[in-house]
Protein backbone atom coordinates (compact mmCIF):
# COMPACT_ATOMS: atom_id res chain seq x y z
CA UNK A 1 0.00 0.00 0.00
CA UNK A 2 1.59 3.52 -0.92
CA UNK A 3 1.61 6.39 1.49
CA UNK A 4 -0.99 8.21 0.58
CA UNK A 5 -3.37 5.28 0.45
CA UNK A 6 -2.01 4.26 4.35
CA UNK A 7 -2.72 8.47 4.42
CA UNK A 8 -6.12 8.39 3.09
CA UNK A 9 -7.13 5.30 4.89
CA UNK A 10 -5.64 6.61 8.51
CA UNK A 11 -5.88 10.59 8.12
CA UNK A 12 -9.24 10.61 10.53
CA UNK A 13 -6.51 9.72 13.00
CA UNK A 14 -4.23 12.56 12.87
CA UNK A 15 -4.28 15.28 14.95
CA UNK A 16 -4.17 18.80 12.99
CA UNK A 17 -0.65 19.49 13.92
CA UNK A 18 0.34 15.83 12.64
CA UNK A 19 -1.54 16.51 10.00
CA UNK A 20 0.43 19.87 9.28
CA UNK A 21 3.51 17.64 9.50
CA UNK A 22 2.53 15.24 7.03
CA UNK A 23 1.76 18.01 4.70
CA UNK A 24 5.35 19.44 5.20
CA UNK A 25 7.18 16.13 4.91
CA UNK A 26 4.99 15.49 1.76
CA UNK A 27 5.66 18.84 0.24
CA UNK A 28 9.17 19.09 0.85
CA UNK A 29 9.74 15.52 -0.52
CA UNK A 30 12.70 15.55 -2.60
CA UNK A 31 14.72 17.77 -0.49
CA UNK A 32 14.23 15.47 2.36
CA UNK A 33 15.08 11.79 0.35
CA UNK A 34 18.53 10.53 1.32
CA UNK A 35 18.66 11.74 4.93
CA UNK A 36 18.79 10.27 8.33
CA UNK A 37 16.24 10.48 10.44
CA UNK A 38 17.79 12.98 12.87
CA UNK A 39 18.53 14.79 9.56
CA UNK A 40 15.21 15.07 8.98
CA UNK A 41 13.31 16.06 11.75
CA UNK A 42 15.94 18.48 12.29
CA UNK A 43 15.20 19.58 9.01
CA UNK A 44 10.98 20.05 9.61
CA UNK A 45 11.52 21.15 13.15
CA UNK A 46 9.70 18.40 14.27
CA UNK A 47 10.36 15.75 16.96
CA UNK A 48 11.39 12.07 16.52
CA UNK A 49 8.53 11.27 18.86
CA UNK A 50 5.77 13.09 16.64
CA UNK A 51 7.62 11.57 13.64
CA UNK A 52 6.82 8.05 15.40
CA UNK A 53 3.41 8.66 16.05
CA UNK A 54 2.69 9.87 12.83
CA UNK A 55 4.06 6.56 11.63
CA UNK A 56 2.46 4.48 13.74
CA UNK A 57 -0.81 6.06 12.82
CA UNK A 58 -0.22 5.21 8.78
CA UNK A 59 0.30 1.56 10.39
CA UNK A 60 4.46 1.14 9.86
CA UNK A 61 5.73 -0.88 12.56
CA UNK A 62 8.41 2.23 13.48
CA UNK A 63 9.69 5.05 12.02
CA UNK A 64 12.76 3.33 9.93
CA UNK A 65 10.34 1.26 8.10
CA UNK A 66 8.17 5.13 7.76
CA UNK A 67 11.44 6.60 6.83
CA UNK A 68 12.20 3.88 4.50
CA UNK A 69 8.84 4.41 2.44
CA UNK A 70 9.70 8.04 1.76
CA UNK A 71 13.09 7.27 0.56
CA UNK A 72 11.78 4.91 -1.86
CA UNK A 73 8.91 7.25 -3.13
CA UNK A 74 9.52 8.51 -6.89
CA UNK A 75 9.00 12.87 -6.70
CA UNK A 76 7.75 14.05 -10.11
CA UNK A 77 9.70 16.20 -12.09
CA UNK A 78 8.97 19.85 -11.88
CA UNK A 79 7.07 20.89 -14.61
CA UNK A 80 5.12 24.13 -13.21
CA UNK A 81 7.00 26.54 -15.28
CA UNK A 82 6.47 25.06 -18.55
CA UNK A 83 8.84 27.44 -20.94
CA UNK A 84 11.96 26.28 -18.61
CA UNK A 85 11.39 22.26 -19.29
CA UNK A 86 11.30 19.82 -22.33
CA UNK A 87 8.46 17.64 -22.70
CA UNK A 88 10.76 14.12 -22.06
CA UNK A 89 10.11 15.34 -18.27
CA UNK A 90 6.46 15.16 -19.25
CA UNK A 91 7.19 12.20 -20.86
CA UNK A 92 8.81 10.61 -17.90
CA UNK A 93 6.25 11.80 -15.60
CA UNK A 94 3.60 9.92 -17.38
CA UNK A 95 5.20 6.86 -17.96
CA UNK A 96 5.90 6.55 -13.93
CA UNK A 97 1.70 7.31 -13.31
CA UNK A 98 0.46 4.76 -15.55
CA UNK A 99 3.19 2.70 -14.22
CA UNK A 100 1.89 3.08 -10.75
CA UNK A 101 -1.41 2.83 -11.50
CA UNK A 102 -3.26 1.71 -7.80
CA UNK A 103 -4.79 -1.67 -8.86
CA UNK A 104 -6.08 -2.49 -5.14
CA UNK A 105 -8.55 0.88 -5.46
CA UNK A 106 -9.46 0.03 -8.71
CA UNK A 107 -10.92 -3.57 -7.59
CA UNK A 108 -12.40 -1.84 -5.09
CA UNK A 109 -14.28 -0.19 -7.59
CA UNK A 110 -14.93 -3.70 -9.53
CA UNK A 111 -15.98 -5.54 -6.38
CA UNK A 112 -18.67 -2.28 -5.95
CA UNK A 113 -19.74 -2.47 -9.41
CA UNK A 114 -20.14 -6.27 -9.69
CA UNK A 115 -22.34 -6.29 -6.47
CA UNK A 116 -24.54 -3.56 -8.08
CA UNK A 117 -27.84 -3.37 -9.99
CA UNK A 118 -28.10 0.10 -10.62
CA UNK A 119 -24.81 2.57 -11.09
CA UNK A 120 -25.60 6.20 -11.18
CA UNK A 121 -22.73 8.37 -12.81
CA UNK A 122 -22.59 12.06 -11.59
CA UNK A 123 -20.34 14.60 -13.49
CA UNK A 124 -19.56 17.95 -13.09
CA UNK A 125 -17.91 20.58 -15.64
CA UNK A 126 -17.58 19.38 -19.51
CA UNK A 127 -14.92 16.93 -18.89
CA UNK A 128 -16.21 15.13 -16.54
CA UNK A 129 -19.73 14.32 -18.33
CA UNK A 130 -17.16 13.69 -20.98
CA UNK A 131 -15.30 11.39 -19.05
CA UNK A 132 -18.70 9.88 -17.94
CA UNK A 133 -20.06 9.06 -21.48
CA UNK A 134 -17.04 6.43 -21.52
CA UNK A 135 -16.97 4.85 -18.62
CA UNK A 136 -20.86 4.58 -19.04
CA UNK A 137 -20.50 2.96 -22.26
CA UNK A 138 -17.97 0.90 -20.57
CA UNK A 139 -20.24 -0.51 -18.42
CA UNK A 140 -22.89 -1.08 -20.64
CA UNK A 141 -20.76 -3.26 -22.83
CA UNK A 142 -20.33 -5.48 -19.42
CA UNK A 143 -24.14 -5.38 -18.77
CA UNK A 144 -24.72 -3.08 -16.28
CA UNK A 145 -27.64 -0.57 -15.57
CA UNK A 146 -26.37 3.13 -15.87
CA UNK A 147 -28.01 5.91 -15.25
CA UNK A 148 -26.17 9.52 -15.68
CA UNK A 149 -27.37 12.59 -13.77
CA UNK A 150 -26.67 15.73 -15.57
CA UNK A 151 -28.91 17.89 -13.26
CA UNK A 152 -28.03 17.54 -9.27
CA UNK A 153 -31.76 18.66 -8.66
CA UNK A 154 -32.43 15.00 -9.83
CA UNK A 155 -30.32 13.62 -6.76
CA UNK A 156 -33.41 14.41 -4.47
CA UNK A 157 -35.95 12.96 -6.94
CA UNK A 158 -34.64 10.06 -7.18
CA UNK A 159 -32.55 9.74 -3.13
CA UNK A 160 -35.89 7.98 -2.05
CA UNK A 161 -35.43 5.18 -3.90
CA UNK A 162 -31.93 4.02 -3.92
CA UNK A 163 -31.29 0.71 -1.94
CA UNK A 164 -27.64 -1.15 -1.03
CA UNK A 165 -27.91 -2.61 -4.58
CA UNK A 166 -27.37 0.88 -5.92
CA UNK A 167 -23.63 2.21 -6.91
CA UNK A 168 -23.08 5.89 -7.17
CA UNK A 169 -19.59 7.30 -8.76
CA UNK A 170 -18.82 10.70 -8.64
CA UNK A 171 -16.69 12.12 -11.15
CA UNK A 172 -15.00 15.15 -10.14
CA UNK A 173 -11.77 17.30 -10.64
CA UNK A 174 -11.34 18.91 -7.56
CA UNK A 175 -14.79 17.94 -5.44
CA UNK A 176 -15.05 21.46 -4.30
CA UNK A 177 -18.48 22.11 -5.64
CA UNK A 178 -20.92 23.14 -3.43
CA UNK A 179 -23.89 22.26 -5.09
CA UNK A 180 -22.05 18.58 -5.64
CA UNK A 181 -21.03 18.65 -2.10
CA UNK A 182 -24.97 18.74 -0.92
CA UNK A 183 -25.89 16.37 -3.55
CA UNK A 184 -23.49 13.83 -2.06
CA UNK A 185 -24.63 14.25 1.39
CA UNK A 186 -28.34 13.96 0.55
CA UNK A 187 -27.16 10.34 -1.20
CA UNK A 188 -24.83 9.69 2.16
CA UNK A 189 -28.10 9.86 3.67
CA UNK A 190 -29.55 6.57 1.84
CA UNK A 191 -28.12 3.14 1.89
CA UNK A 192 -26.26 3.51 -1.89
CA UNK A 193 -22.52 3.29 -1.95
CA UNK A 194 -20.50 6.32 -3.22
CA UNK A 195 -16.80 6.25 -4.90
CA UNK A 196 -15.46 9.31 -5.94
CA UNK A 197 -13.17 9.65 -8.85
CA UNK A 198 -10.85 13.02 -8.10
CA UNK A 199 -7.75 14.34 -8.92
CA UNK A 200 -7.69 16.26 -5.41
CA UNK A 201 -6.66 13.79 -3.18
CA UNK A 202 -8.27 15.51 0.21
CA UNK A 203 -11.27 16.93 -0.41
CA UNK A 204 -14.84 17.80 1.00
CA UNK A 205 -16.72 15.43 -1.00
CA UNK A 206 -14.60 12.10 -0.30
CA UNK A 207 -15.36 12.87 3.28
CA UNK A 208 -19.29 11.58 2.47
CA UNK A 209 -18.14 8.79 -0.08
CA UNK A 210 -17.82 5.39 1.14
CA UNK A 211 -14.30 5.31 -0.74
CA UNK A 212 -12.19 7.93 -3.14
CA UNK A 213 -10.31 6.93 -5.58
CA UNK A 214 -7.45 9.17 -7.20
CA UNK A 215 -6.42 10.02 -10.65
CA UNK A 216 -3.02 11.03 -10.12
CA UNK A 217 -3.00 14.14 -12.79
CA UNK A 218 -0.24 17.12 -13.37
CA UNK A 219 -0.44 20.64 -14.84
CA UNK A 220 1.26 22.65 -17.01
CA UNK A 221 2.17 25.63 -16.43
CA UNK A 222 0.86 26.26 -13.38
CA UNK A 223 -3.02 26.06 -13.35
CA UNK A 224 -3.11 26.51 -17.08
CA UNK A 225 -4.12 22.77 -18.40
CA UNK A 226 -4.04 19.78 -16.38
CA UNK A 227 -3.99 16.41 -17.98
CA UNK A 228 -7.25 14.88 -18.89
CA UNK A 229 -6.52 11.57 -20.51
CA UNK A 230 -5.16 9.63 -17.84
CA UNK A 231 -8.69 9.64 -16.11
CA UNK A 232 -9.17 7.20 -19.54
CA UNK A 233 -6.53 5.44 -18.65
CA UNK A 234 -8.67 4.10 -15.14
CA UNK A 235 -11.78 3.98 -17.54
CA UNK A 236 -9.83 1.26 -19.54
CA UNK A 237 -8.46 -0.96 -16.07
CA UNK A 238 -11.86 -0.59 -15.22
CA UNK A 239 -13.10 -2.48 -18.17
CA UNK A 240 -10.35 -4.77 -18.34
CA UNK A 241 -10.80 -5.80 -14.77
CA UNK A 242 -14.69 -6.27 -15.74
CA UNK A 243 -13.94 -8.69 -18.21
CA UNK A 244 -14.56 -12.20 -18.30
CA UNK A 245 -11.18 -13.15 -19.85
CA UNK A 246 -8.77 -10.45 -17.14
CA UNK A 247 -6.07 -11.59 -15.53
CA UNK A 248 -8.48 -11.90 -12.46
CA UNK A 249 -10.67 -14.97 -14.09
CA UNK A 250 -7.77 -16.61 -15.15
CA UNK A 251 -5.13 -19.10 -13.76
CA UNK A 252 -2.25 -16.73 -14.80
CA UNK A 253 -1.09 -15.95 -11.58
CA UNK A 254 2.79 -16.96 -10.89
CA UNK A 255 2.65 -18.36 -7.65
CA UNK A 256 -0.99 -20.18 -9.08
CA UNK A 257 0.56 -21.36 -12.09
CA UNK A 258 3.86 -22.70 -9.77
CA UNK A 259 1.20 -24.51 -7.26
CA UNK A 260 -0.44 -25.79 -10.27
CA UNK A 261 2.40 -27.92 -11.95
CA UNK A 262 4.50 -28.85 -8.35
CA UNK A 263 1.06 -30.25 -7.89
CA UNK A 264 1.24 -31.99 -11.21
CA UNK A 265 4.51 -33.24 -10.59
CA UNK A 266 3.13 -34.91 -7.34
CA UNK A 267 0.52 -36.40 -8.83
CA UNK A 268 2.28 -37.99 -11.89
CA UNK A 269 5.61 -39.06 -9.82
CA UNK A 270 3.72 -40.66 -6.32
CA UNK A 271 4.68 -44.04 -6.74
CA UNK A 272 8.34 -42.44 -6.47
CA UNK A 273 8.40 -40.39 -3.66
CA UNK A 274 8.91 -40.89 -0.17
CA UNK A 275 6.86 -39.60 2.65
CA UNK A 276 9.50 -36.78 2.94
CA UNK A 277 9.85 -35.75 -0.45
CA UNK A 278 5.69 -35.51 -0.40
CA UNK A 279 5.82 -33.10 2.71
CA UNK A 280 8.94 -31.00 1.19
CA UNK A 281 6.99 -30.84 -2.19
CA UNK A 282 3.69 -29.69 -0.56
CA UNK A 283 5.69 -26.92 1.86
CA UNK A 284 6.79 -25.84 -1.97
CA UNK A 285 2.84 -26.06 -3.10
CA UNK A 286 2.17 -23.89 0.00
CA UNK A 287 4.65 -20.99 -0.28
CA UNK A 288 5.57 -20.87 -4.23
CA UNK A 289 7.70 -17.80 -4.16
CA UNK A 290 10.35 -20.15 -2.50
CA UNK A 291 11.05 -21.97 -5.46
CA UNK A 292 12.75 -19.35 -7.27
CA UNK A 293 14.84 -17.76 -4.28
CA UNK A 294 18.19 -19.51 -3.56
CA UNK A 295 19.03 -22.62 -2.01
CA UNK A 296 20.30 -21.05 0.77
CA UNK A 297 17.32 -19.50 1.77
CA UNK A 298 15.02 -22.41 1.10
CA UNK A 299 17.05 -24.65 3.11
CA UNK A 300 17.03 -22.16 6.02
CA UNK A 301 12.93 -21.41 5.53
CA UNK A 302 11.89 -25.08 5.29
CA UNK A 303 15.13 -26.08 8.10
CA UNK A 304 16.22 -28.83 5.25
CA UNK A 305 19.39 -29.15 3.83
CA UNK A 306 20.43 -29.09 -0.06
CA UNK A 307 20.98 -32.62 -0.15
CA UNK A 308 16.96 -33.36 0.85
CA UNK A 309 16.15 -30.90 -2.04
CA UNK A 310 18.65 -32.69 -4.58
CA UNK A 311 16.96 -36.43 -3.79
CA UNK A 312 13.70 -34.46 -3.81
CA UNK A 313 14.49 -32.86 -7.51
CA UNK A 314 15.88 -36.56 -8.40
CA UNK A 315 12.51 -38.27 -7.84
CA UNK A 316 10.63 -35.99 -9.87
CA UNK A 317 12.82 -36.80 -12.49
CA UNK A 318 15.41 -33.75 -13.08
CA UNK A 319 19.02 -34.00 -12.78
CA UNK A 320 19.16 -31.44 -9.52
CA UNK A 321 17.50 -28.66 -7.74
CA UNK A 322 18.86 -26.18 -10.54
CA UNK A 323 17.30 -28.01 -13.39
CA UNK A 324 13.64 -28.25 -11.49
CA UNK A 325 13.78 -24.66 -11.15
CA UNK A 326 14.97 -23.84 -14.42
CA UNK A 327 12.20 -26.28 -15.90
CA UNK A 328 9.21 -24.59 -13.92
CA UNK A 329 10.37 -21.19 -15.10
CA UNK A 330 10.08 -22.59 -18.92
CA UNK A 331 6.85 -23.69 -18.19
CA UNK A 332 5.38 -20.56 -16.96
CA UNK A 333 7.34 -18.54 -19.59
CA UNK A 334 5.62 -20.26 -21.81
CA UNK A 335 2.12 -20.79 -20.57
CA UNK A 336 -0.84 -19.12 -22.94
CA UNK A 337 -4.22 -18.18 -21.48
CA UNK A 338 -6.93 -19.78 -23.04
CA UNK A 339 -8.69 -16.64 -24.46
CA UNK A 340 -5.60 -13.68 -25.70
CA UNK A 341 -8.18 -10.91 -25.52
CA UNK A 342 -6.28 -9.30 -22.81
CA UNK A 343 -2.52 -11.42 -22.51
CA UNK A 344 -1.81 -10.11 -18.97
CA UNK A 345 -2.23 -6.77 -17.11
CA UNK A 346 1.58 -5.97 -17.72
CA UNK A 347 1.00 -6.16 -21.43
CA UNK A 348 -2.43 -3.85 -20.60
CA UNK A 349 0.47 -1.83 -19.21
CA UNK A 350 2.80 -2.09 -21.46
CA UNK A 351 0.35 -1.11 -24.62
CA UNK A 352 -0.25 2.29 -22.36
CA UNK A 353 3.72 3.15 -22.15
CA UNK A 354 3.84 2.20 -25.90
CA UNK A 355 1.03 4.52 -26.74
CA UNK A 356 2.78 7.30 -25.20
CA UNK A 357 6.29 6.60 -26.91
CA UNK A 358 4.44 6.30 -30.33
CA UNK A 359 2.57 9.56 -29.40
CA UNK A 360 5.47 11.57 -28.02
CA UNK A 361 7.58 11.24 -31.25
CA UNK A 362 4.66 12.29 -33.71
CA UNK A 363 5.57 15.23 -35.63
CA UNK A 364 2.88 18.11 -35.40
CA UNK A 365 5.08 20.59 -36.99
CA UNK A 366 2.56 20.69 -40.07
CA UNK A 367 -0.31 20.90 -37.66
CA UNK A 368 1.23 23.40 -35.28
CA UNK A 369 2.24 26.36 -38.11
CA UNK A 370 -1.45 25.58 -39.99
CA UNK A 371 -3.19 26.21 -35.75
CA UNK A 372 -0.93 29.48 -35.66
CA UNK A 373 -1.47 30.83 -39.29
CA UNK A 374 -5.47 30.90 -38.37
CA UNK A 375 -7.35 32.24 -35.70
CA UNK A 376 -10.98 30.92 -36.70
CA UNK A 377 -11.05 27.18 -35.92
CA UNK A 378 -13.82 24.89 -36.70
CA UNK A 379 -13.89 21.32 -35.31
CA UNK A 380 -15.96 18.74 -37.86
CA UNK A 381 -17.57 15.54 -35.59
CA UNK A 382 -19.10 12.91 -36.79
CA UNK A 383 -20.66 10.60 -34.41
CA UNK A 384 -21.02 10.79 -30.18
CA UNK A 385 -17.55 10.03 -29.73
CA UNK A 386 -15.41 12.19 -31.49
CA UNK A 387 -17.59 14.75 -30.59
CA UNK A 388 -16.14 14.81 -27.29
CA UNK A 389 -12.70 14.32 -28.59
CA UNK A 390 -13.64 17.77 -29.60
CA UNK A 391 -14.81 19.34 -26.90
CA UNK A 392 -11.73 17.96 -25.55
CA UNK A 393 -9.96 19.86 -27.96
CA UNK A 394 -11.70 23.69 -27.48
CA UNK A 395 -11.55 22.97 -24.04
CA UNK A 396 -7.68 22.46 -24.30
CA UNK A 397 -7.61 25.48 -26.60
CA UNK A 398 -9.72 27.48 -24.15
CA UNK A 399 -5.84 28.50 -22.95
CA UNK A 400 -5.11 30.28 -26.37
CA UNK A 401 -6.58 33.22 -28.40
CA UNK A 402 -8.09 30.78 -30.99
CA UNK A 403 -11.37 30.98 -31.58
CA UNK A 404 -12.58 27.65 -31.82
CA UNK A 405 -16.16 25.71 -32.21
CA UNK A 406 -17.52 22.79 -33.13
CA UNK A 407 -19.67 21.70 -36.39
CA UNK A 408 -21.48 18.11 -37.44
CA UNK A 409 -20.13 18.27 -40.52
CA UNK A 410 -23.42 16.70 -41.75
CA UNK A 411 -25.85 18.93 -40.61
CA UNK A 412 -24.46 22.29 -41.07
CA UNK A 413 -23.11 22.08 -44.60
CA UNK A 414 -24.79 25.19 -45.18
CA UNK A 415 -22.42 26.85 -42.69
CA UNK A 416 -19.28 25.39 -43.58
CA UNK A 417 -19.29 26.39 -47.23
CA UNK A 418 -19.65 30.10 -46.37
CA UNK A 419 -16.37 30.63 -44.08
CA UNK A 420 -13.63 32.49 -44.79
CA UNK A 421 -10.19 32.51 -43.57
CA UNK A 422 -10.79 29.16 -41.07
CA UNK A 423 -8.92 26.07 -40.72
CA UNK A 424 -10.94 22.95 -40.22
CA UNK A 425 -9.94 20.05 -38.33
CA UNK A 426 -11.67 16.79 -38.92
CA UNK A 427 -11.86 14.24 -36.26
CA UNK A 428 -11.88 10.88 -38.41
CA UNK A 429 -12.59 7.97 -36.07
CA UNK A 430 -14.49 5.24 -38.10
CA UNK A 431 -15.55 3.99 -41.41
CA UNK A 432 -18.61 6.25 -41.18
CA UNK A 433 -16.62 9.39 -40.06
CA UNK A 434 -14.30 8.64 -43.53
CA UNK A 435 -17.66 9.02 -45.46
CA UNK A 436 -18.78 12.12 -43.90
CA UNK A 437 -15.41 13.76 -44.26
CA UNK A 438 -15.84 12.77 -47.83
CA UNK A 439 -19.04 14.84 -48.26
CA UNK A 440 -18.40 17.26 -46.03
CA UNK A 441 -15.14 18.24 -47.53
CA UNK A 442 -16.35 18.91 -51.26
CA UNK A 443 -18.40 21.94 -49.41
CA UNK A 444 -14.85 23.78 -48.35
CA UNK A 445 -14.21 27.01 -50.48
CA UNK A 446 -9.99 26.41 -50.54
CA UNK A 447 -9.41 29.60 -51.78
CA UNK A 448 -9.47 30.92 -48.15
CA UNK A 449 -10.02 27.88 -45.90
CA UNK A 450 -7.40 24.69 -45.00
CA UNK A 451 -7.70 21.09 -43.70
CA UNK A 452 -6.06 19.37 -40.59
CA UNK A 453 -7.49 15.48 -40.84
CA UNK A 454 -7.06 13.91 -37.23
CA UNK A 455 -7.44 9.98 -38.97
CA UNK A 456 -6.42 6.53 -38.57
CA UNK A 457 -3.75 5.40 -41.13
CA UNK A 458 -6.34 3.42 -43.51
CA UNK A 459 -8.20 6.13 -44.20
CA UNK A 460 -8.87 7.40 -47.42
CA UNK A 461 -8.59 11.14 -47.44
CA UNK A 462 -6.48 11.35 -51.20
CA UNK A 463 -8.16 13.63 -53.37
CA UNK A 464 -8.56 15.93 -51.22
CA UNK A 465 -6.74 19.08 -50.38
CA UNK A 466 -5.96 18.51 -47.15
CA UNK A 467 -3.06 20.73 -45.94
CA UNK A 468 -1.86 18.89 -42.60
CA UNK A 469 -2.53 14.83 -41.51
CA UNK A 470 -1.92 13.45 -37.78
CA UNK A 471 -2.62 9.99 -37.54
CA UNK A 472 -4.41 8.52 -34.49
CA UNK A 473 -1.70 5.54 -32.99
CA UNK A 474 -2.75 1.80 -33.56
CA UNK A 475 -3.85 0.81 -30.20
CA UNK A 476 -5.18 -2.25 -28.78
CA UNK A 477 -8.79 -1.97 -27.80
CA UNK A 478 -8.21 -1.91 -24.02
CA UNK A 479 -6.23 1.18 -24.42
CA UNK A 480 -7.95 3.08 -27.39
CA UNK A 481 -9.54 5.58 -25.39
CA UNK A 482 -6.09 7.11 -23.22
CA UNK A 483 -4.41 6.54 -26.92
CA UNK A 484 -6.86 9.73 -28.63
CA UNK A 485 -7.27 11.34 -25.87
CA UNK A 486 -3.23 12.00 -24.60
CA UNK A 487 -2.40 12.37 -28.56
CA UNK A 488 -4.68 15.33 -28.47
CA UNK A 489 -3.56 16.08 -25.18
CA UNK A 490 0.08 16.05 -25.95
CA UNK A 491 -0.40 17.95 -29.96
CA UNK A 492 -2.14 21.15 -27.71
CA UNK A 493 1.04 20.40 -25.02
CA UNK A 494 3.53 20.65 -27.94
CA UNK A 495 2.10 23.15 -29.32
CA UNK A 496 2.03 25.32 -25.87
CA UNK A 497 5.74 24.30 -25.32
CA UNK A 498 6.35 26.08 -28.71
CA UNK A 499 4.27 28.91 -28.58
CA UNK A 500 5.67 30.10 -24.80
CA UNK A 501 9.03 29.27 -26.42
CA UNK A 502 8.63 31.27 -29.78
CA UNK A 503 7.57 34.39 -27.26
CA UNK A 504 10.34 34.08 -24.99
CA UNK A 505 12.65 34.22 -28.02
CA UNK A 506 11.50 37.44 -29.46
CA UNK A 507 11.20 38.93 -26.53
CA UNK A 508 14.62 38.23 -25.23
CA UNK A 509 15.69 39.39 -29.00
CA UNK A 510 13.94 42.47 -28.52
CA UNK A 511 15.92 43.41 -25.41
CA UNK A 512 19.47 43.19 -27.16
CA UNK A 513 17.94 44.35 -30.57
CA UNK A 514 16.29 47.75 -30.14
CA UNK A 515 14.61 47.61 -33.70
CA UNK A 516 12.91 44.65 -33.61
CA UNK A 517 11.12 45.39 -30.89
CA UNK A 518 9.96 48.14 -32.71
CA UNK A 519 8.80 45.71 -35.43
CA UNK A 520 7.17 43.50 -33.23
CA UNK A 521 5.20 46.35 -31.02
CA UNK A 522 4.02 47.77 -34.11
CA UNK A 523 3.26 44.05 -35.62
Known amino acids: ?79 TTTAMVQPSVLEQNIHHIINHFD ?26 RNQANILSKILIKHGYFVVQIYDLFEVEEIKNNMHNTDLVIVLTRTGTSNDLLNAVRSINQTNARIITVTSLRSNPISNWSNFTVFVNTQKIDGNVYELNSLFYGLFELIDFYLTDDSIT ?87 LPNSNQYDSYQTLIKNFNQSVNDIMSTDF ?78 KINYANNEIVAFANKDTNILGYKVSGKVFFKSATASTHYFSDMWLLEFFFISYFYQLIFFKERIYNLSKSVPFLYILTKSA
Open 1 to 79: MSILNRFEKSKILLSNSELSIFEQIWTNLANLQGKTLTEMTDAMHISRQSFLRIAKKLGYKDSNEFLLDLNRQTVFADI
Open 103 to 128: TSQIKKIIDSVEKSERIFLIATGKAQ
Open 249 to 335: KQTKDKQELVQNLLSNYMVSTNDHLSINDKELLLNFIQSPDLVFTSISNISQKLNVSTTTLFRLSKALGFKGFKESRSSIGLEIRDF
Open 365 to 442: SIAHKLISKYNRICIIYHDQYSEILADELIRMFFHTDKLMQKINGQHDSKFISERKDTLFIFLITSQNGETDFVQTAS
